[in-house]
């Protein structure tokens, strides 16, 4: 079982940053992939970004890739999500999630998600 809190949502202007982080508890949680997703009012969840256990593998939308980063620290139990160059378009409710194999869907996992807002 892997318990996953989300923290570092809030408003920012576009073009600036923030930095998500979710802490996860359970025994398990370093061999666990870990991913990002969003959920903007009246559309369905979207895949952000994720990594595999050990962080050698990363993966990236489209939408996110070369502005947001996806990192873990094992030691800390917790998954990180840098995102810069904000724009409006990714306001959304962000949720990290974790599974046992690295995907960029399913996963088993899922945290109570943290709001970003990004103003023009």
């Known amino acids: 079982q892997v318990q996953l809190v989300e923290s570092g949502g809030g408003l920012v202007q576009a073009g600036g940053s923030l930095r998500l982080s979710c802490a996860a508890s359970?025994?398990?949680?370093?061999?666990?992939?870990l991913g990002w997703f969003r959920q903007a009012p009246g559309k369905e969840r979207e895949f952000v970004a994720a990594?595999?256990?050990?962080?050698?593998?990363?993966y990236y939308a489209d939408s996110v890739k070369g502005r947001f980063t996806i990192s873990r620290d094992n030691a800390k139990n917790t998954v990180y999500l840098q995102m810069n160059s904000l724009k409006p378009e990714d306001t959304a409710v962000y949720y990290c999630?974790?599974?046992?194999?690295?995907?960029?869907?399913?996963?088993?996992?899922w945290g109570q998600g943290t709001q970003v807002t990004v103003s023009s």
């Open positions: 999630a974790a599974n046992p194999l690295l995907t960029t869907s399913r996963y088993k996992y």
């Open positions: 359970g025994r398990t949680f370093s061999t666990y992939a």
């Open positions: 990594i595999s256990w050990r962080g050698g593998n990363t």
